[in-house]
């Protein structure tokens, strides 16, 4: 029996929904041989440099989709969230597991609240999203930018003496931190990242078989979201980093899909909102980017990229 190599990132976090699809899939095929395969990518090296000055997207991604395309793995598994909206040639999104919490959390020693920081308080964040939409909410905040891995950001949190750092529930949940205090932002307060809080499983185009394999685990729903919030990010990509969200809900057959595109500085912030059938998810991706670009969207991003 051919072994199936799964491509994963190192990190605590990735190993920790590498092994959650392995074993799921060995539920579903109890007799199947899986390994797992360790990448460092790109985001792994430079764990110092700002994600916008080291390329932004992909950095943490490239190096996987490299091995799928040169058959050394079969299957990768990424944090949606990292996974650019457009495929390289050859591959292609394959399924999508049940989506875990969507919300970010602001991470502080005692579980304060946003508005219960001190005035001018020193917050961390890697992400210009975060950063664009706190300024909004908080313009008085200092905001200083964060890398490294969970447990790295958690020292930092302390060592630095930072008020407190943002970062997406999931992982919380997912790596058990139960002692870590958090406030959690609802999706309105903070709009969370596209495909935040799941888990994408790349694969050849064609490879019907894996294809095949992987589809007992796919969660349409789950899937139907990150199709129109990936759809939404596409229309507007420029292929760097800059302040862009996406939250897509499932009601019945029904999409409500909520986006948002703001200056770094928070200063200026649109949000809209669309909604109709789940099975055009990528329509509505689109339309509702396009709404956005009717306000002014682009010249926004523009100015991102510019600075």
């Known amino acids: ?62 190096a996987i989709e490299d091995a799928l395309t040169d058959e050394r793995i079969d299957l990768a598994v990424h944090s949606l969230k990292d996974l650019p909206s457009n495929n390289p ?26 508005k219960t920081l ?40 302390h060592e630095q003496n930072f008020a407190a750092i943002i970062m997406a529930k999931a992982a919380i949940i997912r790596l058990q931190l139960n002692d870590v205090r958090y406030y959690t932002f609802s999706p309105d307060e903070m709009i969370p990242s596209v495909g935040q809080g799941a888990i994408g499983l790349q694969i050849r185009s064609g490879d019907t078989p894996i ?15 990150v199709t129109a919030e990936r759809a939404f990010l596409n229309k507007l990509d420029s292929g760097c980093q800059f302040p862009v969200g996406a939250y897509a809900v499932i009601q019945e057959d029904s999409l409500v899909l909520k986006g948002f595109v703001g200056s770094e500085d928070g200063r200026t912030v649109i949000r809209e909102n669309i909604s109709g059938k789940a099975q055009n998810a990528e329509i509505l991706g689109h339309k509702l980017a396009q709404k956005l670009i009717d306000r002014g969207a682009l010249d926004i991003l523009k100015q991102c990229n510019h600075d």
Not at 211 to 225: G, V, Y
């Open 1 to 62: 029996m051919t072994t199936i190599r799964i491509g994963t990132r190192g990190s605590q976090l990735a190993l920790w929904q590498a092994n959650y699809i392995q074993n799921t899939l060995q539920k579903e095929y109890p007799n199947q041989i899986f390994e797992q395969v360790i990448i460092k990518t790109e985001g792994d090296a430079d764990q110092k440099s700002s994600l916008t000055n080291i390329g932004g997207q992909g950095v943490f991604t490239k």
């Open 89 to 114: 040639p050859g591959l292609e999104l394959g399924a999508v597991p049940p989506r875990a919490s969507v919300e970010d959390v602001l991470v502080t020693k005692d579980g304060s609240s946003l």
């Open 118 to 157: 001190p005035q001018k308080a020193n917050v961390a964040t890697g992400s210009l999203r975060r950063r664009s939409q706190l300024l909004n909410l908080r313009p008085d905040l200092q905001l200083h930018d964060l890398r490294g891995n969970i447990d790295t950001r958690l020292h930092k949190l």
């Open 211 to 225: 294809k095949t394999l992987i589809e007992k685990i796919n969660h349409q729903e789950s899937l139907q979201a």
